[in-house]
């Protein structure tokens, strides 16, 4: 699989890891605090937090794992797009982030401690570090495997390389640097994958040419459909019930809205507005992104006849790049790649260090100190996780879908914790003990889930329906208990509430509109039902 790279190529792979350290350098300058390290000082505007939102979620994991189920379960994958992500950005920006900004938490464990109790946030604190650990090691792996079947870079290089550049760019700048590397890796992404997917086009004739071809490869005709056969057959093996509940729900909205490497974006926004269209301008292009992640893995399908047998579906992308793009363009392929490997693993890094710093660090190890010490903390803790990163970075080996990993670890972590979360948000009534235990059960049911799947107990079908089933198992226990526990303990007195559960506003918050808030273009109402109603006429082209 080894590409015919020349020094033009290699040159602007220079340019780029050239570009991405000037930018941490640059955002060095800007440091003087820990809220400035973690939080970017609070002070980007919607359109620099939107695109980060989007990019930081455009790694390798997106990219390889999007094709590489592209190629496995055809046009149904654009279901995480479509119906599990949208509405959950929306209903991030339209109701939840004004409880997180106006709160002034600086993560999602240190509201859930403010909502719950100390226990609870270093209960989630200590689950969102070991996930954003293991997920940093997922997006290194892939560099890595990419890098060695594409460059001939030996396996530990590409590691070493690729973890010492954002490890780089992340301890100078913190979050700036992170966030202004991923508008610009946004960009660097599309300019690789955009001519991938243009040139498959021509190579196998069209859209109407690849439809043909599908129906004709082992998906068939439900390869091209969404919703077609999700009460019988599908190549996905998936009821209508578990992607609607499992992934649109549970999956989608725990991800979306409680995972602090996503909500960190918007909470370096400028102002409450600004924080409320983050995820919503985000929004726009993840409803097109499937054009060059889903679309090139069903290309690869059709072009590559051993893939998912003797090749690895993760190899759609690097096998596409290898025989469809001329030099040049395949320097900026590689680039993109880089990109994307990068702006996924900074948001893991820079969500891991903020949430070890100040919920279990400051919080519950070494409290009162000076702010100059939590600085120091989190600058530490970016290289510990990269070091932790590169350590879990073969775990993902075993899997030949990275995507099928990915999505158990999202129903072990993030599907519990949205039921504690969005519980908690809308019944005053639920007591901190109850935050803690709920949490606690929810995730040990997902865990139980999932290895009665491995152990061949229970019969899901495919690890992504074991997903499906296991996230909405995790948040019924997880609603279950708390509502168990709320009726025989003490709640909270809704002066403790004021601004942290719905219908309790809190009255000292004072006004933070700037002027031009008021217009139409900056209505995250106006904006995100136009968003769900975009992904609602794109899912009525391939029903």
């Not at 040159?11 to 973690?38: C, E, K, M, P």
């Not at 039921?419 to 059960?441: D, E, I, K, N, S």
Request: hydrophobic content about 55%; glycine content about 10%.
């Amino acid at each position: 699989m080894r590409l015919d790279v020349n020094l033009l190529d290699y040159l602007l792979i220079a340019v780029y890891f050239a570009t991405v350290l000037a930018i941490g350098f640059a955002a060095r300058r800007r440091i003087s605090s820990s809220l400035d390290f973690f939080l970017a000082g609070r002070g980007l505007p919607a359109w620099i937090t939107g695109l980060a939102f989007v990019s930081a979620n455009l790694g390798a994991i997106e990219i390889l794992g999007m094709a590489a189920n592209g190629a496995q379960y055809g046009a149904m994958t654009v279901h995480y797009y479509w119906i599990g992500a949208v509405p959950a950005m929306v209903f991030l920006g339209i109701v939840m982030m004004p409880f997180y900004y106006r709160s002034k938490v600086r993560s999602v464990p240190e509201f859930l401690s403010r909502r719950f109790n100390g226990a609870t946030q270093l209960l989630n604190a200590l689950m969102f570090a070991v996930a954003q650990i293991l997920i940093a090691g997922v997006n290194l792996y892939a560099l890595a495997l990419v890098m060695e079947a594409l460059l001939g870079w030996p396996l530990p290089v590409s590691v070493v390389v690729s973890a010492l550049i954002v490890l780089s760019y992340i301890t100078l700048g913190g979050l700036s640097s992170a966030i202004y590397n991923e508008v610009l890796q946004f960009f660097v992404i599309l300019a690789g994958l955009i001519p991938l997917t243009v040139l498959g086009l021509v190579k196998v004739g069209g859209v109407a040419g690849l439809f043909d071809k599908v129906r004709q490869s082992a998906l068939g005709e439900g390869g091209l459909h969404t919703w077609a056969g999700t009460a019988g057959a599908n190549p996905m093996q998936a009821h209508w019930i578990g992607i609607v509940f499992g992934l649109g729900f549970v999956l989608s909205f725990g991800y979306w809205t409680t995972n602090f490497a996503e909500v960190q974006r918007a909470l370096s926004a400028r102002n409450t507005n600004a924080a409320r269209m983050t995820p919503i301008i985000a929004a726009f292009p993840k409803l097109l992104i499937p054009l060059v992640t889903v679309l090139p893995g069903m290309i690869a399908l059709v072009l590559f006849g051993d893939l998912g047998k003797g090749q690895d579906y993760n190899d759609a992308i690097p096998l596409l790049m290898r025989d469809l793009l001329p030099n040049g363009v395949l320097g900026v392929a590689v680039t993109g790649l880089l990109a994307s490997f990068m702006a996924g693993m900074a948001a893991n890094i820079s969500g891991f260090n903020t949430v070890f710093t100040n919920d279990i660090w400051q919080a519950h190890v070494r409290p009162d100190r000076p702010d100059g010490h939590y600085l120091k903390v989190g600058r530490v803790a970016t290289v510990a996780g990269v070091a932790l990163g590169v350590g879990t970075a073969f775990i993902a080996a075993g899997y030949s879908n990275i995507m099928n990993y990915l999505q158990a670890l999202f129903s072990f972590f993030n599907a519990p914790l949205f039921a504690t979360f969005v519980v908690g948000l809308f019944w005053r009534r639920m007591t901190p003990w109850a935050g803690f235990w709920g949490l606690l059960a929810g995730t040990l049911s997902a865990f139980a889930s999932y290895f009665a799947y491995k152990a061949g107990v229970v019969d899901f079908g495919t690890e992504l329906n074991a997903s499906f089933w296991g996230a909405g198992i995790a948040f019924a226990v997880d609603v279950l208990v708390s509502v168990i526990v709320t009726l025989v303990t003490t709640p909270k007195p809704e002066r403790e509430l004021r601004g942290l559960v719905y219908g309790l506003s809190a009255a000292d918050l004072e006004g933070d509109a700037l002027a031009g808030d008021e217009r139409w273009y900056r209505s995250p109402v106006l904006l995100g039902t136009g968003a769900v109603i975009l992904a609602a006429l794109l899912y009525g082209v391939i029903l």
